[in-house]
């Protein structure tokens, strides 16, 4: 049970996914370098992402419709310097697509030449907020079984937690 409760526990990190990432592409090496928190909304792996991934591995968590106009937006801010500013669905590592905005900036030499951009990935979290509450709640009434004594109670919740969780998971919510 005790195994149970720990797999549960991990939904409460979904709050993690709130926290915006950050991100800094150095062009001459064409490698974006990311932060933890953009690693985490991309999917990728942390030690990967500190190291520098190329645009394709961003590009490719980007949902299929909206990476052409993906494209035309970083075209624009590296050619005209534009701000780039734009809001997609990236598919995280399981199999569901979560919006995110990104905004980001592009820095030049002075005779123009673009060398490099950073910016900033936020997550939206009203797609899981109502979902992530009754969680939040059940983890609670879970805990308060556990430290009681009440064996039956704690089961039927863990039952309860699957089962909001499994809808989660159908409707593209949570991790």
């Not at 409460?12 to 950050?22: K, V």
């Not at 004594?149 to 593209?172: F, I, K, P």
Request: hydrophobic content about 35%.
């Amino acid at each position: 049970m005790r195994t149970a409760f720990k797999e549960l526990t991990q939904l409460r990190t979904a709050e993690q996914y709130l926290e915006p990432g950050f991100f800094s592409w150095d062009l001459a090496q064409g490698k974006i370098y990311a932060d933890g928190n953009t690693a985490d909304i991309f999917g990728h792996d942390l030690s990967l992402s500190a190291s520098g991934l190329s645009l394709e591995h961003y590009l490719d968590r980007v949902h299929p419709e909206h990476r052409g106009r993906m494209a035309r937006s970083i075209a624009d801010t590296l050619m005209h310097g534009v701000p780039y500013h734009e809001t997609y669905p990236v598919q995280r590592g399981d199999d569901f697509y979560h919006d995110v905005t990104v905004i980001g900036r592009c820095f030049r030499t002075t005779e123009g030449v673009p060398l490099h951009c950073s910016g900033v990935v936020i997550p939206h979290a009203e797609d899981r907020k109502d979902t992530d509450q009754i969680l939040v709640h059940c983890l609670a009434v879970y805990d308060l079984a556990i430290t009681s004594g009440n064996e039956r109670l704690a089961n039927q919740m863990l039952a309860v937690l699957a089962s909001v969780n499994d809808m989660s998971a159908a409707t593209g919510r949570l991790q």
